[in-house]
Structure formats: C-alpha cells, structure tokens
C-alpha cells in the first residue's frame, strides 16, 4: 500500500476509534504472529490498538517476499476482499507486539449497518487499497498469462476486470514473451495460464480461478437465504441492493460475471446523474462497491440451471449441482447476444469479434480499422468510443435509416464525426483471415471487402430463460409477469391473491428488466425495476408469513 495517504490509511478522530473498537475482539499480540495469512478466507478485519503490522507479499517461485506496507496504532489491516469472501492475497505479520482487536465478517457487517461514518470511511478506505494494490507488487499473487488473440484467454482477462481482482496480464505475443513462457516450462496448449500465489492453473477459466479465490459457491456457503438474484445486470445488482439495504439475506448470482450488457456499453450519457456520461464498467463497479456494503455475497461465475417449488420457499440448482435454498427468487438474467450466424462466426470470437466495447477491447484494437453492426444505441455508442479511441470505424446498418432505432444525439454526433462512415442498408455477408480476423465482405448500398481487424456486434439478444422450466414466457421467452401472467394455477388459489407487480406464474419468483416482457430495455428502467421488484418481494413474504 507505499507511503501512508489520508485515502489509505485514514486519521480517525479519538470519536471513531473509540466506536470502531467496540466491534473487535482484543487480542495480545507477539513479534512474529501471524495475524492472517495469503489463502484464508473470511479473515478478520485488524484493527490496531498498540503496535506494529506488517503487511507483506509472500515469495514466490521466481521472487522474493516483498514489503506492502507496515501499520501502527489506530490504523486498521485489511482490503477489500474482507467484504466478498475472498482469499487473502496477502499476510499480515506482528513486527512490534503490541494489541489489536479481531473484528469478524458477521461485527464488520454490523458496524456497517450501525454507523454510517465508519461505514463510508471503511468503504472508501478498501476501496482505495484495492485500487493502489492493483498498481504495485501485489498485482503479482495473480498473473494471467495469454495471449490477446485467443478468446479463452480474454474471457478470464475479462473476468479479473469485471471483478476488479489484483492481478497482472503477461501478453505472449510481446517480444520475448513465447520465450519466457516455455523457459517457465509453460506450452501453448497450457494457455491460458493463472498464477495464482505462484501456483499454476492450466487452461485455466473463470469458474477455475473462481474456486480457488474463494469468489465460487462453495458447500460452506449453501444456507438458505431470504433472497436470490439471478443475473447480476443494472436489474439484478439494483434488487439485491434494495434486498439487502432492506434487512434481506441476499446472494447475487451471475453466470459470467456482474455488470451484464451495461458492462459492456463504453459510456452511458442518458443516466440520471452523470452529465458527462459514464461508461458501464464504472457503473458497475461502483454497484458492486454498494452492495458489499450491504452485504450482498455476490457470487461468480455461477449458472442457474433450474428453479423449482420446495418444502418451505424455492430451490435453485447451479450448473455444478450445487442448490441454493430461498425464500424468494428475482430473475435478472438478461439477454443472450445474437450474432450474425456467418461461415467461421465461431472461430473468430474473442479473435476480432466482439460483443462489448469496454476498456479491454478499445485497448486492443486502438488506431485499426474496425467494423459495428447494429442500428440501436449499444452501437451508436460502440462506434463513438472506437473512433475516440484512434480508430476508422465503419457502422454498418441494415435499415436504410440510422435515426429508426437510435437515440437523436447519438446520430446527430456519428453523423458529424469523420472518423465514422455509416452505411445504411448495409450487411457483413462474409468474414475472412486465418486464425484472426482480418477483413469482411459487406453487401448492399455499399458493397465490397474491406480491411476489419475487430468487428463488433450489437444486432440484439435473446432472453435468457431456456432454464426457467415451468415459469411462464411468451413465444419469444420473454417472461410474463403481473396482470401479464395468463395461467393461475392451483399455487394461485391457495394464496388467494393475484401476481403481484414482476411476479412471474409462479409465487414468490419475480422478474425484472430486459428478460422481463415488456421492458424497456435501458439501464435506468432495469434499475427502476430491479428496486421496485423489491417491493412485491417483501409483500409477497409478508403475505407468506401470515399463512404460514
């Protein structure tokens, strides 16, 4: 964590230490105790009384221990991961002895329920570590190792950013890096390749590196919860925050990873709040800040497979067999993302096309020439960002008019901005290159094959629903619900009351934003519905507890 900073080791006042304290667990310390060590999970907040603390890398295969930082009285030990569940990538070591007080996950979570201050001071503290952690030497307890042409090794990229996990990129494309990588007895069919405390994980995935962080639905995690949020989306993330701000034992989980479509989208300038626009992995960021802060357990990745009725609430069953027991479910699996279904569609995605325009892809493809398919402003946005970012884009529209499914101040500025050719009445008809993209046939008003180092897709989704079973859909399964819902079943009688608002056909599962029919399909009103399906969950459960 370097020299001391107000952001990261913050000067309380004699009034917040003293109400700090009071959450901890005094402990007489010794030089050389380990107060918590790289690999423990739901390790203890530290706060110290008397005293010296080391904070420290471990060595590694190819490098020796290194110094973080080291903490004196009324400072505190810890980062980040103490909120979510994650492995300590680091070890806290007495170097004068001295007392601290142990503050639990369960007293943590208390102190910030209770104290408003300290909460945000805690917050913005974390917050500020995790982010200079991701600057120094600790960026080395996770290297991925890949390299930018395979998509395997981009999706596990993506997954570590999204997360906003401490870790490095090593790029094997660099100069040397095929070198260094079979000299660390590494072969390209190992690749990708995640360094984990030293530790290698071969053709290593999301889901790998989520069980060994300590970031996967475990056996010890499997309690029953007040609320499930399936999809992890602006809808998904706004119900659990509302859940959870609002008393509810709430998990949020994703198949992929938390922000959804939104994650994807380099800038948002229409959301309430943010005049100069902000991009969606910001957004998501900050949403996952906030329902740590709540205590959401927010797990991925972690598919849902099936829901089903079970004695006493509902049962989701995950991929792996896994169950998790609740007493109301809110899906918010969003959209799948079509794609074009051209001759070697597959072979080229995560090798030049694309279906998101974040920070990772700008960085890869700045200053090239580029293509975005779509008329929606997911494109109108993509091609603006790519243009922004050194590149010629061409947006190609099959409508013949930009203006029909695009917001007027997206096209009024595409339409101005040199850098952008939009060719309407227009469609990629043919993909070419060897084992990347390279150029792509178009047809139409304009025709011809043109130079494409990355296309990138925004033509629509799917909803994700395939898994909902029995849960009412319309015949493009989008989910029905409220005064939507058609059949009322036997459940229905029972209870003697109707669907309540983002109630699906089957009690207590509701249903907010785009997999949700009739929505609006905006980050804004995912959000609006996330939060207000949050409502008829706790009228639901009330409803619940008087006929129990």
Partial sequence: MGAPHPDIVPELTDAQWERLRQYGTPVETHAGDVLFQSGERWYDLILVETGTIDVVRDALAWIDETHIATLGPRTFVGELGLLNGQRAFLTARVVQPGLVRRVDHEALQRMMADDDELCDLMLRTLWARREELRRGPAAWTLKIVGSERDGNAVALRRYAERLDLVHTWYDIDQPGGAESMASHGFRPDDLPVALVQGEPILQATPGRLAEVMGLAYTAEDDQSVDLAVVGAGPAGLAAAIYGASEGLRTVLLDSVAPGGQSAATSRIENYLGFPFGVSGDQLTSQASLQAFKFGVRVIAPCEAVRLEQ?????????????????????????????????????????AGIHYAASTLELRQVAGSEVTV????????????????????????????????????????????????????????????????????????????????????????????????????????????????????????????????????????????????????????????????????????????????
């Fill in 310 to 350: 079970a004695t006493g609430g509902l049962e989701l069953t995950l991929a792996d067999g896994a169950t998790v027991h609740a007493r109301a479910v809110v899906v918010t699996t969003g959209v799948a993302y079509r794609s074009l279904g051209l001759d070697r569609w597959k072979d080229f995605e995560g």
């Fill in 373 to 548: 398919v779509g008329g929606a402003n997911s494109a109108g946005q993509a091609a603006l960002a790519l243009a922004a970012n050194g590149c010629h884009v061409r947006l190609v529209v099959r409508s013949s008019d930009l203006g029909a499914q695009m917001s007027s101040y997206l096209t009024d500025r595409i339409v101005e901005d040199a850098r952008i050719d939009v060719h309407t009445g227009t469609q990629v008809v043919e993909l070419h290159g060897d084992d990347r993209l390279e150029r792509v046939t178009l047809a139409g008003s304009v025709a011809g094959t043109v130079d494409c180092a990355a296309l990138f897709c925004f033509i629509g989704a799917e909803p994700a629903t395939d898994w909902l079973g029995a849960v009412e859909r319309d015949e493009h399964g989008f989910v029905h619900t409220g005064a939507d819902v058609i059949s009322l079943g036997d459940p229905w009688r029972s209870l003697g009351r109707m669907p309540l608002p983002f109630e699906t056909s089957l009690p207590r599962v509701f249903a907010a934003g785009d997999v949700r029919r009739g929505s609006m399909k905006r980050v804004a009103a995912a959000v609006g519905e996330g939060s207000s399906a949050v409502a008829s969950v706790h009228r639901a459960l009330a409803a619940a507890e008087v006929f129990a």
